[in-house]
């Protein structure tokens, strides 16, 4: 049924649509090797330029070598940048707002993380 449909159709009609498949698949090979390239490209790329982050933690096993700023770090949430040596660059509080310290990584603002005795007191906002 079909062959008797087609004998109807003419040739030129029939040569078109043969070339316009030809194309489609053309254009999506073209398309697939293209993605393929890409990928390629990226695993490559990251093969050579491997993402890394560098995380360091300290575990202290007897509390007679904490660091004076760790009581900080610890009630407060404050988060202590550090250079390569160890040294104390900076510090942020939990909301991301930079904390004044001294060299020691204590806060300099003792009204809003320490009493009058000098022990921690809580947070006043």
């Known amino acids: 049924m079909a062959a008797e449909m087609l004998r109807d159709v003419p040739e030129q009609e029939i040569a078109g649509v043969q070339r316009n498949r030809k194309w489609i698949r053309i254009a999506l090979t073209a398309c697939l090797a293209a ?4 990928a390629c490209g990226t695993v490559a790329y990251f093969i050579r330029y491997p993402y890394t ?3 360091t933690t300290v575990i202290y096993e007897d509390e007679d070598h ?6 900080y770090a610890e009630k407060y949430g404050l988060s202590y940048e550090m250079d390569e040596e160890g040294n104390i660059i900076s510090a942020t509080d939990r909301d991301g ?3 004044e310290i001294d060299q020691n990584g204590i806060p300099l603002d003792q009204l809003k993380y ?4 000098g022990t921690l007191s809580e947070e006043t906002e």
Do not use: H, L, Q
């Open 66 to 71: 904490i660091p004076e700023y760790w009581k």
């Open 35 to 38: 993605v393929a390239v890409g």
């Open 97 to 99: 707002n930079t904390v």
């Open 114 to 117: 320490e009493s009058a005795d």
């Open 53 to 55: 982050a560098e995380i």
